[in-house]
């Protein structure tokens, strides 16, 4: 199977601050990677497709770049609403996976 | 805006088959753009994806599960449905029915159900 790892697994930062997380891929995705965003108890929301694609109505600080094997999710001037569990999935073949996640805590 | 909504049992006997439906609203379920799919996760865990159908009737698998799970569509209800057979505690996880829409060069996992929690025990 395809291996997404993510890093950092664990993000401590403040209202306001830049992130990025990074996802790194074990076969060469093109740009087939999305992002979600997932609070607990809920289910995972789109944030981004096509590596670097914002889906509609998802605010202007998120931003994703990369290709083939290693991408990165920024979230510039932290909100509080934006503390949460952020994960990578490949979508490029059989069968889909996820990166671990990546907690993102204040 | 198309929407899901999972429905099934919270408790299966372990060896029993977990079935679960999830209902499609506000959309065809015979779009040829959306591949229905299951995804769980166990609790504090990663995501997994179970396996997915196409309004073909194609369908696709996550080889981890051994050949114990089956997707079916039924149109006629706007629903599909997951069966997962010889259930350990090891399936005890949320559960949720999302759409994989494909478009040119770009795919994503939108929109999802809620989630279902399904827990084994005996």
């Known amino acids: 199977d395809i291996q997404l790892t993510q890093s950092p697994s664990f993000l401590s930062a403040s209202v306001g601050d830049r992130v990025t997380i990074t996802c790194r891929v074990s076969?060469?995705?093109?740009?087939?990677l999305a992002w979600y965003q997932q609070k607990p108890g809920r289910a995972p929301k789109l944030l981004i497709y096509?590596?670097?694609t914002l889906r509609s109505g998802v605010p202007s600080r998120f931003s994703g770049s990369g290709s083939g094997t290693e991408f990165s999710l920024t979230i510039n001037s932290l909100q509080p609403d934006d503390f949460a569990t952020y994960y990578c999935q490949h979508l490029n073949g059989y069968p889909i996976t996820f990166g671990q996640g990546t907690r993102l805590e204040i | 805006q198309v929407q899901l909504q999972e429905s099934g049992p919270g408790l299966v006997k372990p060896s029993q088959t977990l079935s679960l439906t999830c209902t499609v609203s506000g959309g065809s379920i015979t779009n040829n753009n959306y591949y229905w799919s299951w995804v769980r996760q166990p609790a504090g865990g990663r995501l997994e994806w179970i396996g997915r159908v196409h309004t073909s009737g194609d369908t696709k698998y996550n080889p981890s599960l051994r050949g114990r799970v089956t997707i079916s569509l039924d149109t006629s209800k706007s629903q599909f449905s997951l069966k997962l057979n010889s259930v350990t505690a090891a399936d005890t996880a949320m559960y949720f029915c999302?759409?994989?829409?494909?478009?040119?060069?770009?795919?994503?996992?939108?929109?999802w159900g809620q989630g279902t929690l399904v827990t084994v025990s005996s």
């Open positions: 096509a590596a670097s």
């Open positions: 076969q060469d995705m093109s740009t087939y």
């Open positions: 999302a759409g994989w829409y494909t478009i040119d060069q770009s795919r994503w996992f939108d929109p």
